[in-house]
Every structure is written in structure tokens, then in C-alpha cells.
């Protein structure tokens, strides 16, 4: 049994990694009034969401490393103050590249929240319980990406964006301190094991098949990361004619199918022993899901499009699958890296359709303006939409092919 301290050591950093949820979703909260306030279009927009993503992948593997030689006290709470200085600089500069700066920084402060508590626990639980604290982990943090939907927007109504977007950074300056409070020193290392971190990295590259699972991962994230995070919001409020309350609360159901997709999957899958089949089927049928939310034209009810959101949640947990997969057909050695980098190239999927919808809505865009602003009606999300089911359809295609040479390779990887 874990003793109470390393209970609150593993609670503070977990509310960092749900913080990070928060921080992630809350410009798709308020995408009319950014672009109001700082006079730019949909395209210009998609790149601001995008640069959290650049940050936090960019940041994956040198938090690693960061993690393993000075521990999570210093990394996690330097991470958080970061985050927290970031969203004033956000609230504070009228200047557009000031405004992608702050979320490039908030992106590459993030990724130390579900590393750091990752790290918590392998350095202070029982092995024996690693993997239920880790699903722990991800439903407490999921929980933050649920509370910053509804909860946050009411807040956005009754106080504004900008003051909102100063509470979550104070918030921030408070958890730090909590942080630094509570955490252990951690004796720093010396990376022993930093000369073979090349060596792996060079051979990971070299292997065709996690080269493909890890497109076929960015493929498949649109839902999460291109409709969730952020672009779902403003679609459901033009095309379903939704309050954006309601619309927060619609795409929240995402992360709460997520919160028993990972247990759920990986059960059925090691049960039934179809992990590469199970992957291709979650991408096929986000596809249709999307696909009949796009055709319906705003024309389907509340209740089912948020079961239907519900049921997307779950199979976005396909990710777990993909990171187990990964794990078990490379060398032992490998593992740690080679779920680095799938996690890195997963999230870079945020950028690319981010950039993708802003482009394509600016390409669909009427000329409808409302002073220097523009105004994108419902074909504008709709056709920049389509991007999501026809990449997870193509990637959910491609991973019924890699059984054979994933199950090849993992038997050389052990040989």
C-alpha cells in the first residue's frame, strides 16, 4: 500500500495534468471572441491551435529526459509556473505573435503533466500497481478536460473569456506552489543511460512498421484533438443551432467516454487477442460516426449526439492500443522511447488539423463579415469537417494490414 505522502505527491501532479486539459480545450470555448479581439480568420486561428501541439510534442522527449535527471519536483512545478506565465502573456498582449508564442510555451509546459505523474509513480509506488495508477491517472486528468467544457463556458458567459483566461492563471501560480510544497527531492542522475538513447532512437526510425502505426495515429486523432479540443464548440453552435453551454457539454462526452475506453479496449482486445484488429475497427467506425454527424445537417437530436460523441470517446482510446502495440514489439530498452515518440507524432496530429480546418473554412468562407471579422456559416464547418472521417477511415485502413508484419517483427524484436 502506497503511503499518504506519495498519494499526495501523485494527487498534486495529477491535478497539474488535469490543469493542462483545461488549458488545452478553453480556446475552442471562445473561438469568435479571439478572433474578434485580435482581428484574424479561421486559418490564422488553426495555427494558434495548433501551436500548443507544436509545443507539447516538441517537449515529449526532452521532458523525458529532463524527468529522469533532476525528478519531478523541480521539472513538473518549472513546468507549471511556465504554463501559468504563458496565459498572462496571453491575457495580456494585444500583439498576434505574442498570442502563438504564449501557446507554444503553455504546449511545451504541458507535456510534463502526464509524465511527471508517470514519473510519481515509478519512482515512489509498488511496481505492482504501476498500471492501475497510470489508468488513474488518465481519468483524473480526463476530468479536467471535462470540467473545462461546461463548467468553464458558464464561467465565459457570466465573467468573460479574458477574465476567465486570468483565474486559470492564478490558478496556476497556486498549484505550483503546491507542487514544490509537496513533492520529495529527487537526487539527480547523471543519465547513465543517455548513450544508448541515440543508438535506440536511430534504430526506432529505421522501423518501418512503428514509422506506420505512428501516421496511422495521427490519422485517427481528428476526433480528439481537431473536433474536441477545439473546432467542436463553434460547429455544433452554428450547425445545431446549440448554446455554447450545451455545445461544451456535447463535446465533453469525449473525454468522458475516454474515461472507460482505455480499460474497456484493452480488455476486449487482450481477451479476444485482436489488438491490431480492434485499432483498425475504432478508426473505421469514428469515420461513420463523424461521417453521419456531417451528413445530418444539424438535423439529429441532443440526447443522441451526445451518445453518439459518448461512443467516439471511447474508441479515441484506441491510443492505448497503439502505445501498447508499439511496446511489445520492440526490445525491452526500447520501450520507453518508442512510446515517447508515438505519443509525440499522435499529438502533432492536433496541428495538422487544426491547420487543415482553419485552411479549408477559409477556402469555404462566403466573404460574410461582421466589421473586420469573419463570419463562417455551416457549409464552411461542414466541408472543413470532412477532414476528420476521411483520415481516420484511412488510417483505421491501414492498421488491418500491419498485423502480419507487426507480429514478424515482434517475434525478431525478441528473438
Excluded at 499518504?4 to 491535478?15: D, G, K, R, Y
Excluded at 513538473?76 to 495580456?92: A, N
Excluded at 509513480?121 to 467544457?149: E, H, N, Q, V
Excluded at 489488438?275 to 469514428?286: D, E, K
Aim: charged content about 10%; overall charge neutral.
Amino acid at each position: 500500500m502506497p503511503s499518504i505522502q506519495s498519494l499526495l505527491m501523485w494527487f498534486f501532479t495529477v491535478l497539474f495534468f488535469a490543469y493542462q486539459f483545461i488549458m488545452r480545450v478553453f480556446p475552442g470555448l471562445c473561438v469568435s471572441e479571439i478572433m474578434h479581439k485580435y482581428q484574424v480568420d479561421a486559418t490564422d486561428y488553426g495555427l494558434l491551435a495548433s501551436m500548443y501541439y507544436y509545443g507539447y510534442a516538441g517537449m515529449q522527449i526532452p521532458i523525458a529526459l529532463l524527468l529522469d535527471r533532476y525528478g519531478p519536483r523541480l521539472v513538473v512545478s518549472l513546468c507549471c509556473l511556465l504554463c501559468s506565465f504563458s496565459i498572462f502573456l496571453f491575457y495580456w498582449t494585444d500583439h498576434w505573435s505574442l498570442v502563438l508564442a504564449s501557446r507554444f510555451l503553455i504546449g511545451g509546459g504541458s507535456a510534463a503533466g502526464f509524465l511527471g505523474a508517470a514519473k510519481v509513480i515509478s519512482l515512489w509506488f509498488p511496481f505492482r500497481i504501476y498500471s492501475r495508477m497510470i489508468g488513474l491517472t488518465f481519468s483524473f486528468g480526463l476530468l479536467g478536460a471535462i470540467y473545462g467544457g461546461l463548467p468553464v463556458s458558464k464561467l465565459i458567459l457570466l465573467y468573460g473569456w479574458e477574465n476567465v483566461l486570468l483565474m486559470i492563471g492564478v490558478v496556476g501560480l497556486f498549484l505550483t506552489g503546491l507542487i514544490a510544497i509537496s513533492l520529495k527531492t529527487y537526487k539527480p542522475s547523471f543519465l547513465h543511460e543517455s548513450p544508448s538513447f541515440g543508438k535506440n532512437f536511430k534504430s526506432l526510425l529505421s522501423m518501418p512498421i512503428i514509422l506506420i502505426m505512428a501516421f496511422c495515429n495521427l490519422l485517427m486523432v481528428g476526433p480528439l484533438e481537431g473536433f474536441a479540443d477545439v473546432w467542436g464548440v463553434s460547429y455544433l453552435i452554428k450547425v445545431f443551432a446549440l448554446t455554447q453551454p450545451e455545445a461544451s457539454f456535447i463535446t465533453s462526452a469525449i473525454f468522458t467516454g475516454m474515461l472507460i475506453g482505455g480499460p474497456v479496449l484493452a480488455y476486449i482486445s487482450e481477451k479476444l487477442n485482436v489488438i491490431y484488429q480492434m485499432t483498425a475497427l475504432c478508426g473505421i467506425l469514428m469515420a461513420i460516426l463523424f461521417a453521419v454527424v456531417l451528413l445530418s445537417q444539424g438535423n439529429l437530436t441532443y440526447t443522441i449526439l451526445y451518445i453518439m460523441m459518448f461512443v467516439v470517446g471511447i474508441l479515441c482510446c484506441y491510443q492505448v492500443l497503439v502505445f501498447s502495440i508499439g511496446a511489445t514489439i520492440v526490445p525491452s530498452d526500447m520501450r520507453n522511447i518508442t512510446v515517447a515518440f508515438l505519443n509525440c507524432i499522435n499529438m502533432l496530429g492536433g496541428s495538422f488539423f487544426h491547420t487543415m480546418i482553419g485552411v479549408l473554412m477559409d477556402q469555404f468562407w462566403t466573404g460574410e463579415a461582421e466589421g473586420a471579422t469573419r463570419l463562417y456559416g455551416a457549409h464552411a464547418y461542414t466541408y472543413a469537417l470532412w477532414t476528420i472521417p476521411i483520415a481516420a477511415f484511412t488510417g483505421g485502413a491501414i492498421f488491418l494490414f500491419l498485423k502480419k508484419s507487426g507480429k514478424t517483427l515482434g517475434e525478431e524484436a525478441h528473438s
